[in-house]
Nanobody
């Protein structure tokens, strides 16, 4: 059983910052790519950023100058530092990780989502 638990969402004013965290737990053998996605009301879920186990990153173009993804492999945790937040960043942010349990093939897991609201 694998769980991804997100934290750090909330209400912030435009121009403000938030740091999201996502911790993976359970019978984990290996964690490969980890990432953040978001879904705004009435829109499809979209990639925010991903990071490999080796630390290579990729970002959505609209966020790469304001958001930073990082991970702590010892803690099985991925972070998303969000700066200069805009109202259009308002969404539910989901953590994703590709995880191998025991000797079974790696699967993609999702967190429950954390709400980020940018408003004055």
């Amino acid at each position: 059983q694998v769980q991804l638990v997100e934290s750090g969402g909330g209400l912030v004013q435009p121009g403000g910052s938030l740091r999201l965290s996502c911790a993976a737990s359970g019978s984990i053998s290996s964690i490969y790519g980890m990432g953040w996605y978001r879904q705004a009301p009435g829109k499809e879920r979209e990639l925010v950023a991903r990071i490999t186990s080796g630390g290579n990153t990729n970002y959505a173009d609209s966020m790469k100058d304001r958001f930073t993804i990082s991970r702590d492999n010892a803690k099985n945790t991925v972070y998303l530092q969000m700066n200069s937040l805009k109202p259009e960043d308002t969404a539910v942010y989901y953590c994703n990780a590709v995880i191998r349990v025991g000797s079974t093939p790696a699967l993609s897991y999702w967190g429950q989502g954390t709400q980020v609201t940018v408003s004055s």
